[in-house]
Every structure is written in structure tokens, then in C-alpha cells.
């Protein structure tokens, strides 16, 4: 079974195909029926999502804290 940070790889590799698609063949947002079709808002959102995956990456992993004292 994969790890946590290896699904999370597996999901960002997944929303930046699907960025990837996007930008090569744009969409314009259209109405049908009633129904809105906002392909900018749907683009927004997995760049929203592309950064919480970030986010829950970079936590995994270690960090560094600088920190400088007086005397």
C-alpha cells in the first residue's frame, strides 16, 4: 500500500495533468439550460487545490527554523 506522501505525489502529478490539459486546449465558459460552465473558476480551483497538496507535502517532510539570539 502507498505511503500518505506517496498519494500525495500521485495527486499533484493528477491536478497538474489536468492544468496541463487545460492550458494547451482552453475552454470558453458557456450557459446551457441554465446550467453555467465556468471553465476559468474550474482552473482556479485546481490551482487552490495544487497548493493545499503543497501544503500537506511540505508538512510532511522536515523542515528548518532559523532563528538568531541576542546577548
Do not use: C
Amino acid at each position: 500500500m502507498p505511503t500518505d506522501a506517496e498519494q500525495l505525489a500521485t495527486i499533484k502529478s493528477q491536478v497538474l495533468a489536468l492544468l496541463v490539459d487545460l492550458t494547451e486546449n482552453p475552454k470558453p465558459t458557456y450557459n446551457v439550460d441554465g446550467q453555467n460552465v465556468s471553465w476559468t473558476e474550474y482552473q482556479r480551483m485546481l490551482f487552490e487545490r495544487l497548493d493545499n497538496i503543497n501544503a500537506q507535502i511540505n508538512a510532511e517532510g522536515p523542515y528548518e527554523h532559523h532563528s538568531q539570539g541576542f546577548s
